[in-house]
């Protein structure tokens, strides 16, 4: 059985990334790819549908026990767990280095004291859980016990260690014992079934160079406020959910897990989406990371290609276009939480704030130095050509509604941020534009959503043209500079959604989801304050003074992490407990961005 999702650790190699459990349960991997079919997909079902389990023996009526501590070595993605064991203390180092060949998955267990039994239980179903792959060793010279291959279709893992293994009920064990000092290693490489095995696994030499590409990355940070381990955190976190052969940043490693548990809403993010992607770059940019915002502009470059009419909002990680939505009908789900989806529907949705904020990542990366691209000037002026025509009609949002259409607040704001970046590329001198035209574009905009989107009699903007309803998108109204923090309309709009869309602890919920009805966005059911948008209104806060407030709930949300600082999308205020995707590049961006006005406000705690 799956654990809660606040239970797992992510470790991965920039291409794709492991889940791991705290009682050693590895129940979530796809290779060798993010948006790979899974090898262990028992996150989102059973163990029949893969997992690999290394930690401490155990009576099968007491179940797995969980480590008694865990924690990333230092400033990296090594994750390092220890149990303590009648028999003595055991720790397990597992990672994934940074790829120079095959995908791998390296587990290092280690004698700390006492003699302590272990076990290794491997149980690989390819494509989901869906098929079970022929297991069988092939003799190495290298490989005294042989090396254990699972082939199946295009894909083959295989198996590497030093210990004698066993195959019992489709599964393969490795039954062991480790005293102080001992460390027994075990590697699971990836490769194309058509093609020779893979080499030889070096588990320590592969653990050093992890270590060192780590602590080289981190160094570059320029942030060194009082948040400093949470930001470091979340960098890499970024860092690891960014496909490093093309620059693509998935919104998540995983897909469905649920926003409601036992619901409906559970969704594929192993996908880039532009909006994600932008304010990532945004974020790693500010905290001097400018490899990485040149990496995603050439992505973009190239995913957008001659068509910028035709704009989606998300892409797959090397820039495809058609990323269709099916379920899987034979896993049951996390928690009973069904569908289970892969690909994504949502992905020719109409969502003009897209364009907002691509063309603020562009000018942002501009604004820091990045070196020019003349393509990436005229591909900021296509967009607003579009826009001219476009922006006047509904779309379905920030949030990818599947009811109607509807003439969103913030997706208009964004295309007024869109036409005010390169208004602003046009006066800089650096590209030729329709300047006074377009000046009078954003003027336009600006007049029509202060027209039509702000409520007069309670003192705040809407969701969107003629609703009464709020929505927590509205938070970025001053944040983007459409309106000066000091203006009664931000103020009033801060507090409404303070008072409408807040739960207990002050986090925020997207929008009113109208309980088992179907509201806004088409689907039934309910989900938890979104974390995203808890952070925007701690930045808000701040912006209009109340830097105290804002300290106390941005403190609150850091108190939501995992004990290894991570993140989901949601959190289910009844439950107590994170929810939906994880970890969640959507969440960790807005707690950098938040660490960081804070930090410069001087708002934090002693």
């Known amino acids: 059985m799956a654990g809660r999702i606040e239970d797992y650790a992510l470790i991965g190699d920039m291409q794709t990334a492991a889940l791991v459990c705290r009682d050693g349960t590895a129940d979530w991997l796809c290779l060798p790819r993010f948006d790979s079919p899974a090898v262990f997909a028992g996150l989102l079902g059973t163990d029949e ?5 290394l930690g401490p023996s155990y009576a099968p009526e007491d179940g797995p026990p969980a480590a008694t501590r865990r924690r990333y070595r230092g400033d990296s993605l090594i994750l390092e767990s220890e149990w303590d064991t009648p ?35 491997l149980r690989m179903r390819f494509s989901y859980g869906w098929v079970v792959p022929w297991v069988h060793k092939v003799t190495d010279p290298q490989a005294p016990e042989g090396r254990v291959v699972a082939v199946a279709g295009p894909d083959s893992v295989w198996l590497d260690t030093e210990v004698p293994t066993y195959g019992q009920d489709l599964t393969t064990y490795a039954d062991f014992t480790v005293s102080p000092g001992e460390r027994v290693a075990f590697t699971i490489s990836w490769q194309a079934s058509h ?20 602590q080289d990355w981190v160094g570059q940070c320029t942030y060194h406020g009082p948040y400093r381990d949470a930001v470091v955190r979340s960098l890499i976190t970024l860092k690891a959910l960014t496909y490093g052969p093309t620059g693509g940043i998935v919104a998540a490693p995983t897909t469905s897990l649920p926003e409601e548990i036992g619901g409906v809403r559970n969704w594929d993010y192993r ?25 995603w502009r050439e992505w973009l470059l190239r995913a957008v290609a001659g068509d910028p009419e035709n704009l989606q909002i998300m892409y797959g990680i090397a820039g495809e276009r058609e990323l269709g939505e099916t379920d899987l009908t034979w896993l049951p789900g996390y928690e009973g939480s069904t569908p289970v989806r892969v690909g994504n529907g949502a992905a020719h949705q109409m969502q003009l704030d897209v364009y907002g904020e691509v063309s603020e990542a562009l000018h942002l990366a501009h604004m820091t130095g990045l070196s020019r691209n003349d393509y ?29 259409r509807r003439h969103f607040v913030h997706s208009k704001v964004m295309a007024w941020v869109a036409v005010d970046r390169t208004v602003k590329l046009i006066e800089s001198g650096e590209v030729d534009g329709p300047l006074e035209r377009w000046r009078d574009l954003r003027e336009d905009i600006h007049r029509d959503v202060c027209d039509k989107g702000y409520d007069k009699e309670r003192n705040t903007f809407t969701q969107s043209y003629g609703s009464k309803e709020l929505d927590a998108s509205l938070l970025m109204i001053p944040q983007v500079g459409f309106l000066p923090p000091d203006d009664k309309r931000v103020i009033g709009t801060i507090e409404a959604i303070q008072r409408e869309l807040t739960v207990d602890g002050g986090f925020v919920l ?13 689907l039934p059911g309910d989900e938890g304050a979104f974390l995203a948008c808890s952070f925007w209104l701690a930045d808000d806060l701040a912006m209009i003074g109340r830097v105290d407030e804002a300290r106390v709930l941005f403190e609150k949300l850091l108190s ?31 707690m950098i961005d938040t660490a960081l006005r804070l930090t410069a406000c001087g708002a934090y705690g002693g």
């Open 49 to 53: 549908h893969g997992y690999w389990r």
């Open 87 to 121: 028999r003595g203390t055991v720790r397990i180092t597992d990672f994934m280095p940074p790829r120079d060949g095959a995908p791998q998955l390296i587990r290092i267990v280690e004698g700390v004291s006492g003699r302590v039994p272990m076990r290794s239980a």
């Open 195 to 214: 093609h020779h095995a893979p080499a030889m696994p070096e588990p320590e030499a592969a653990l050093e160079a992890t270590e060192q590409f780590w």
């Open 271 to 295: 996908f880039t989406w532009l909006r994600d992607a932008a304010i990532t770059l945004s974020s790693l940019l500010r905290t001097g990371y400018r490899e990485e915002a040149r990496a």
């Open 376 to 404: 990436a000037s005229l591909l900021q002026l296509k967009l607003i050509q579009y826009l001219e025509d476009h922006w006047h009609e509904p779309d379905e949002g920030i949030w990818e509604v599947r009811g109607p």
């Open 510 to 522: 997207r929008y009113p989801t109208q309980g088992a009805e179907e509201g806004v966005d088409g």
């Open 560 to 590: 939501l992490r995992n004990d290894l600082g991570l993140l989901a999308e949601e959190w289910d205020p009844r439950l107590q407990r994170q929810v939906g995707n994880f970890p969640q590049a959507f969440s960790h961006v807005p």
